[in-house]
């Protein structure tokens, strides 16, 4: 059976006793940016140091969607249902056509290249919000060693004038991202620098507010969580489900903890998916996880 850990009593009633943590598929090197695919009955997701993409369904196991891939990272979908994906080596966003081309969404900002993109979501007005850390180019494991020209920000392109905006601007390493069901918020994980003995690892949130110009800014940054974070998904409640070195952890959006799920390696990125949206994905160091909740993902506006 799963490890449920109960914190708070409200976990009881997301957490399956029954459920099972599902070993999908293992023998990988570093996964990440799982996405689901409704229409397709399948998972997407990055093997990033072997420069591939995957996919897995109950079918048909595990096959190559892309490879190689420009070490790409994080996924997501927009609302006409194409693929959207964060490429290290690349240092570029594209989005992954219906008939199968690759149209290149941002590379540069104020004439630099960007640094290598890590993970992406879309708004419901169709903006493409991704963080942009340096993680990718420091070394080679997981894209190849590159020269950074930009601070690690996180960006908004605009879906009508496609104009990248910087939207936050004071992080050390911008990580993992997910708006609230409502998307009033959006919640920033950041992991901060490599290589150092204290890196800053926080969860910040930000309100999310629409200008009378039209322009959508945040606002209020503040902490959310004082702890280490990676890949982050909300539930249909707005609970918030944090991909960590120990499993994953369930708050409340108030920031108090729920409840765990332990996993045996530590967990990079997470998403809801499977029959009813209740299954949650788990990408874990080198194995590929499942387990069902009783609670479904979150269908943003």
Request: with cysteine.
């Amino acid at each position: 059976m799963a490890d449920f850990e109960i914190v708070d009593p409200r976990f009881r009633a997301l957490a399956l006793p029954n459920a099972s943590l599902e070993t999908l598929a293992t023998g990988f090197r570093w996964l990440e940016g799982p996405v689901w695919f409704a229409d397709r009955d399948e998972l997407l997701f990055s093997d990033i140091p072997n420069n591939r993409v995957l996919r897995w369904s109950d079918s048909g196991g595990v096959s190559v969607f892309r490879e190689p891939s420009d070490f790409e990272n994080g996924h997501t979908r927009d609302r006409e249902g194409r693929l959207v994906s964060c490429s290290h080596r690349g240092r570029r966003v594209t989005r992954t056509e219906l008939d199968g081309s690759v149209t290149v969404l941002a590379e540069r900002h104020d004439g630099k290249r960007l640094n290598s993109p890590n993970d992406v979501v879309v708004k419901s007005d169709g903006g493409v919000w991704f963080t942009d850390p340096p993680y990718g180019i420091q070394t080679d494991y997981e894209g190849g060693k590159q020269h950074a020209e930009l601070p690690a920000n996180v960006y908004c392109l605009d879906p009508d004038s496609g104009r990248l905006r910087v939207v936050a601007d004071d992080f050390e390493g911008p990580n993992g991202l997910c708006f609230s069901p409502d998307e009033t918020r959006l919640y920033v994980a950041e992991t901060g620098l490599q290589f150092v003995a204290e890196p800053r690892r926080q969860i910040r949130v930000f309100e999310v507010e629409r200008g009378s110009d039209g322009v959508t800014r945040l606002a209020n940054g503040r902490c959310f969580l004082g702890r280490h974070a990676d890949g982050m998904r909300c539930d249909e409640q707005g609970n918030l489900w944090i991909a960590s070195d120990d499993g994953v952890h369930c708050f409340d959006p108030q920031g108090t903890l729920l409840g765990r799920i332990r996993v045996p390696s530590p967990v990079s990125n997470l998403c809801f998916g499977g029959r009813n949206h209740c299954r949650l994905f788990l990408c874990a160091s080198q194995t590929l996880f499942a387990v069902y909740t009783n609670t479904r993902g979150a269908q943003r506006p």
